[in-house]
Structures are given as structure tokens and as C-alpha cells.
């Protein structure tokens, strides 16, 4: 069964500074996505990854897929206040006639000014 | 995820009440998935249908909970004898096809935000 786990669960940073999520998942997937959740609101999807070695990039965030290792990162870049929600990430698992994303646990991110 | 429509945006309802949740998928699309997310928890999967079919049912709970996506309208998750336990965000996603071929993307809607009291 597809796991996919998250980390950190709860990250608090500075404006300004620099991070990354992590993303493991346990089985073979060819597309991962990455979501940004605001409280009470629905999901907001940020990327997409296809292949090993995608990176995709939109403003302070830069998404990664490494398949070898089963893993993506999400980085953010001098942070500001506005990127405060909880992330997702989300992998898709495909078996017999099923197609279905498995999410990660989320990481609460919160920017301190 | 401008085009998955999802009402009611809030419901209310009593222990014991019958919920109904709608999912009208994007244009084109035939695939929806139901997911149901916990407070302070992440999504997780409950199922998936295609026009008529219910293909993967794995993730929803043996009782009370049914769903369906019939020839024409849309699709309906269905709780019955709600309790306190099932108040969560439920959302649907729409694909036009599935699979690994086809570069689909899935597109979530607003979600319904159920409440038990």
C-alpha cells in the first residue's frame, strides 16, 4: 500500500529565511502534486511533477522529483507572511482499474515576522 | 478547480439526520473521487466513480456511507444516521481520464464543510 510521509509537521520560520518540505512516498508513482491548503478554504494546486528530476519554480517556491529516491522537496525562498497555510503533498497511485491520490499528512507552515 | 461544483458549501445536521453532499464534475470530465478530510488532518481517499460504476470503494466506511454518480446529474455522497464523528471537509475531484498515459490532471472543488451537532 502507497505511504507518503511529510516533513516537518509544523514549521514556524522568519520572513525572509529558507526552508524545505519533504515528501517521501513508499512505491513506484510517476506524478506527484503539491497543494496549498488556507484554513476553511479548498486546495490550491501548485505543481505537478511528472518525471525524475522535474523542478518547476513560481515566485518564492521551487518543487522537486527525485523517483530513484521517492522523494520531492517543496523549497521556499526568503519567506514572506503571505505564504502561511499548510502544504500538501499528494502521490498518485494507479493499481488494477483504481486511480487515486494518496496525501501526504500536510505541514502547517506559519511566517513570523 | 474552478469547474468541479460542489453544494452544499456548509451543512448542519443532528445526530441521526441523513446527509447529502452534490459533486458536479468539470465539463468533459467522467472520473470524480470523494475524499473526506478530518480536522487538522490531511485528505484522505473514501472513493471513485466513473458514470454509473463505483471503481475503487476502499476508502469509504463499511456503514452509513454510500455513493453514487448516475447517468445524468451529479454525483451524491450520501451519510446516513450521522454522528459526530463524520463532521469534516468533504471534497470531490474530477478527471477526464485516469491512468498513467494520459497526463490527466485532477481537479478538486470548493468542498462541503459538514457539521454534526
Known amino acids: 500500500e502507497l505511504k507518503v510521509e511529510q516533513n516537518p509537521l509544523f514549521l514556524s520560520m522568519q520572513e525572509g529565511k529558507n526552508y524545505t518540505i519533504y515528501c517521501n512516498y513508499s512505491?513506484?508513482?510517476?506524478?506527484l502534486y503539491w497543494y496549498r491548503q488556507d484554513p476553511g478554504k479548498s486546495l490550491e494546486s501548485l505543481f505537478v511533477l511528472l518525471s525524475n528530476g522535474a523542478v518547476k519554480q513560481e515566485g518564492r517556491l521551487m518543487a522537486s522529483l527525485d523517483t530513484k529516491a521517492r522523494l520531492s522537496t517543496l523549497h521556499i525562498t526568503a519567506a514572506v507572511h503571505d505564504l502561511s497555510a499548510t502544504y500538501f503533498c499528494a502521490v498518485a497511485h494507479y493499481g488494477g482499474a483504481t486511480n487515486k491520490l494518496i496525501f501526504g499528512t500536510g505541514t502547517l507552515l506559519a511566517v513570523q515576522p | 478547480n474552478a469547474g468541479v461544483m460542489q453544494n452544499p458549501r456548509h451543512l448542519v445536521r443532528r445526530r441521526g439526520q441523513e446527509a447529502r453532499l452534490r459533486c458536479s464534475p468539470m465539463k468533459g470530465h467522467s472520473h470524480v473521487y470523494w475524499y473526506r478530510q478530518l480536522p487538522e488532518e490531511g485528505l484522505k481517499f473514501m472513493v471513485y466513480?466513473?458514470?454509473?460504476?463505483?471503481?475503487?470503494e476502499s476508502g469509504m466506511p463499511k456503514e452509513r456511507f454510500s455513493a453514487e454518480f448516475p447517468k445524468e446529474g451529479p454525483s451524491i455522497l450520501r451519510i446516513q444516521q450521522v454522528v459526530r464523528g463524520d463532521s469534516a471537509a468533504y471534497f470531490c475531484a474530477s478527471s477526464r481520464t485516469p491512468g498513467q498515459a494520459s497526463g490527466n490532471t485532477i481537479y478538486f472543488g470548493e468542498g462541503s464543510w459538514l457539521t454534526v451537532v
Open positions: 512505491t513506484t508513482s510517476d506524478r
Open positions: 466513480l466513473q458514470k454509473e460504476n463505483i471503481i475503487d
